[in-house]
């Protein structure tokens, strides 16, 4: 039976298999030609590709879904082949695609090269796309990563390299291409890095340009100087390697320094630093290279407050103006969600697009205390332990209090709320280094921390943006929930791209973020952040770097968490206090806390009060311990100090050499304290995780995530 049954199968395949042959051949052809029409069958002609005007537009909303920007993708100006300097087509060439001249808009030996170097690695560090293949892709594809898309990307630069000319397809993609902060096509670019047109850049200039299309929200030099520095370099050296630069042209060209003349926007928005912010944060929310039009982006922005912070920030500067205060910012976040509420960047956009609460790095001062006082309740400590507030010696280096008073024993909670670096300095000695470092990373902290004494003092450097936000803990009884400004990313579909989901974890005990708020609370209540007193439970902490170079004032409700700094680009000092901050976070807090309803922070499992003394004065600068780094220089004269309606104006710090005032009790002896060995690397320090990455860069903040 089987037999018979194979039998005729065979004879069957016999006498059919021609028409079965020809059958399946006519299928496979009708598929691939069906499959090649429908690659073919909306393919730009070559008008379309000269004639290209980006349609999509990218718009950003507001958390009530107002419209806080609105803009085409594509650039405002673009220019001719004649325009462009020799060097920043030579700096685009050897950076983005070597071979552009010798291959069809396909580059097979590229393509292999980028695999064998990529295999080498052990993962993706070099594609094989040609620049017309990017032309292609940013002009009419997406930035989905399917094969679909990389066929019809192929295709199109085919049909771009046949009807257009290599300088034609050169002036397209540098007229296209994404250069960060904004700015589409390089005469948008020159004009917004540089002030200047296109045919006026200088080779250090091209070549910066030419090294920001691969990744320019990380490379923007508005974001990262140092960084952008060092990706410039990379395209000299490419330069020299393709033989357009000598080894003389690339060494004086390296010695340069990268020098901004940042121009105005060509559009205007509301809420303008945070717009800037998000949009620098979209290509890695999307995990893309580049970003694609017609994105819709909601985000977290409360335009009332963002309006109230842009007013607050503006009045204070005029205020302050006397006090040499050039500069400022303003940063709001919801705790229990770190959502970002507002973003005030600096006092004016259209003159300055730096925003200081994401891109400035500056000394915390006494702010940075309280993770040392974190740490210390953490290990045991009580509000009402009692340490002497009294010069230190710190292995080789003595520890004073800027205004050289000494109150002899002091609860920590007078210490705290008064300020005092002595004590502050022995619990970073009695809790360890490692400690408060820990306390401060499971907080928020992530930028590269300062080892010794001098952290307990706030000599590292923090932005503005992490340090509100490892507060933010503190108000949400412990848990850290990470900065974010995006909620949904759709595209013109509607299609959700991406969607925010909040990252949180448990910091401390609520009994310790209890315990820490109250004892902040009696900084507003009665020490140096009396200023910031908003007629409802609040908690925060003034804080002054060297000669008030960085005034701040960061605090807390239980529904909103705000830092405020003043301050100058240029790092001169001001003839302010850290009592100018607590003013101005006071006045804004006050307004925009007045439509939330008066809420108590969470009770203290206890039945006494914390007992804190009445005001002792004002802060002085968190003055470094004698011998970390080289003495600076004087302060300038500033004359008598003076009272005004925002409080007491503190004189800058006396020199080493200037008398202490006096005092009613003898000069107490200085006791020794123990030396905490330094620690070789603090936790989550970048190099840890990551050997190759150069040294220099340990001093940038990792990018918050919206």
């Known amino acids: 039976m089987t037999a018979k049954?194979?039998?005729?199968?065979?004879?069957?395949?016999?006498?059919?298999?021609?028409?079965?042959?020809?059958?399946?051949v006519v299928t496979i052809a009708g598929a691939l030609l069906g499959l090649w029409f429908a690659l073919l069958w909306d393919l730009p002609t070559a008008q379309q590709v000269r004639r290209f005007t980006p349609e999509n537009r990218l718009i950003v909303k507001a958390m009530d879904g107002s419209r806080l920007y609105s803009a085409a993708r594509g650039p405002a100006k673009q220019v001719k082949y004649r325009q462009i300097p020799e060097y920043l087509v030579q700096a685009v060439v050897a950076t983005e695609d070597r071979r552009f001249y010798d291959h069809p808009g396909i580059d097979l030996i590229g393509i292999g090269r980028a695999l064998w170097r990529d295999a080498e690695a052990g993962e993706v560090r070099e594609g094989g796309s040609t620049i017309t293949q990017q032309l292609a892709r940013n002009l009419f594809l997406t930035q989905e990563r399917t094969l679909w898309r990389k066929f019809k990307e192929i295709l199109i630069a085919a049909r771009i390299e046949q009807e257009l000319s290599k300088a034609e397809i050169l002036t397209l993609y540098l007229n296209q291409i994404y250069f960060g902060s904004g700015a589409y096509g390089v005469a948008d670019a020159a004009r917004l890095y540089f002030s200047k047109n296109v045919e006026k850049l200088t080779l250090t200039e091209a070549a910066l340009l030419a090294g920001l299309p691969q990744a320019p929200?990380?490379?923007?030099?508005?974001?990262?100087?140092?960084?952008?520095?060092?990706?410039?370099?990379?395209?000299?050296?490419?330069?020299?390697?393709?033989?357009?630069?000598?080894?003389?042209?690339y060494a004086s060209a390296r010695k340069k320094s990268v020098v901004l003349r940042p121009g105005p926007r060509s559009e205007k928005t509301q809420a303008a630093y945070f717009v800037d912010y998000v949009r620098s944060q979209l290509a890695s929310l999307l995990g893309t290279g580049s970003v694609p039009g017609g994105l819709t982006i909601e985000t977290t922005l409360d335009p009332q407050m963002q309006l109230e912070a842009q007013k607050a920030l503006g009045s204070a500067l005029a205020d302050y103006r006397s006090r040499r205060v050039?500069?400022?910012?303003?940063?709001?976040?919801?705790?229990?969600?770190?959502?970002?509420?507002?973003?005030?960047?600096?006092?004016?956009?259209?003159?300055?697009?730096?925003?200081?609460?994401?891109?400035?790095?500056r000394q915390p001062g006494s702010t940075f205390k309280t993770f040392v006082y974190t740490a210390a309740i953490e290990s045991g400590s009580r509000p009402e332990d009692i340490l002497s507030d009294r010069p230190v010696r710190f292995g080789a280096y003595q520890v004073k209090n800027a205004d050289r008073r000494y109150y002899g024993e002091m609860t920590l909670v007078n210490a705290l709320k008064e300020s005092r670096?002595?004590?502050?300095?022995?619990?970073?000695?009695?809790?360890?280094?490692?400690?408060?470092?820990?306390?401060?990373?499971?907080?928020?902290?992530r930028s590269r921390l300062r080892t010794g004494a001098a952290m307990a003092l706030g000599a590292s450097e923090?932005?503005?943006?992490?340090?509100t936000g490892a507060?933010?803990?503190?108000?949400?009884?412990?848990?850290?929930?990470?900065?974010?400004?995006?909620?949904?990313?759709?595209?013109?579909?509607?299609?959700?791209?991406?969607?925010?989901?909040?990252?949180?974890?448990?910091?401390?005990s609520s009994a310790v973020a209890a315990t820490v708020t109250r004892m902040l609370e009696q900084v507003i209540a009665n020490g140096t952040g009396r200023k910031a007193a908003i007629d409802r439970p609040a908690a925060?902490?003034?804080?002054?770097?060297?000669?008030?170079?960085d005034l701040l004032f960061v605090g807390y409700t239980p529904q909103l968490v705000t830092g405020v700094w003043l301050g100058n680009d240029d790092n001169r000092p001001t003839r302010g206090s850290s009592t100018l901050a607590a003013a101005l976070w006071g006045r804004y807090m006050g307004r925009v806390m007045a439509t939330f309803p008066v809420k108590d922070f969470p009770a203290l499992k206890q039945t006494e009060p914390l007992q804190a003394s009445p005001p002792m004065g004002e802060e002085y600068p968190a003055e470094l311990p004698q011998g970390l780094e080289e003495p600076s220089p004087a302060s300038e004269p500033t004359g008598e100090c003076s009272e005004s309606d925002q409080g007491p104006l503190v004189c800058p710090n006396e020199t080493d050499g200037a008398a202490p005032p006096e005092t009613s009790e003898p000069p107490p002896e200085v006791p020794d304290i123990p030396e905490v060995p330094e620690s070789p690397q603090n936790p989550e320090d970048p190099a840890a995780t990551d050997p190759s990455r150069p040294s220099s860069e340990l001093n940038r903040p990792l990018a918050p995530t919206p």
């Not at 049954?5 to 399946?24: E, P």
């Open 5 to 24: 049954f194979f039998a005729s199968m065979a004879d069957t395949w016999r006498r059919h298999r021609r028409a079965w042959f020809t059958g399946l």
């Open 217 to 249: 929200s990380r490379y923007s030099p508005l974001i990262d100087r140092t960084l952008a520095r060092k990706r410039r370099d990379v395209v000299l050296k490419n330069m020299v390697e393709v033989g357009y630069l000598n080894a003389q042209q």
């Open 326 to 361: 050039g500069q400022g910012a303003i940063v709001t976040l919801d705790p229990a969600t770190g959502e970002i509420r507002a973003m005030a960047g600096g006092g004016d956009y259209q003159k300055s697009q730096f925003n200081r609460t994401v891109q400035a790095l």
């Open 421 to 445: 670096n002595t004590v502050a300095v022995q619990l970073f000695t009695r809790v360890g280094e490692d400690k408060v470092v820990d306390v401060a990373r499971r907080m928020g902290v």
């Open 462 to 467: 923090l932005t503005l943006l992490e340090l």
């Open 471 to 508: 507060y933010g803990t503190l108000a949400n009884g412990g848990v850290h929930v990470a900065p974010t400004a995006v909620r949904r990313i759709a595209d013109a579909e509607g299609k959700v791209l991406y969607a925010a989901v909040p990252r949180t974890r448990v910091a401390l």
């Open 540 to 549: 925060g902490k003034t804080g002054t770097s060297e000669n008030y170079r």
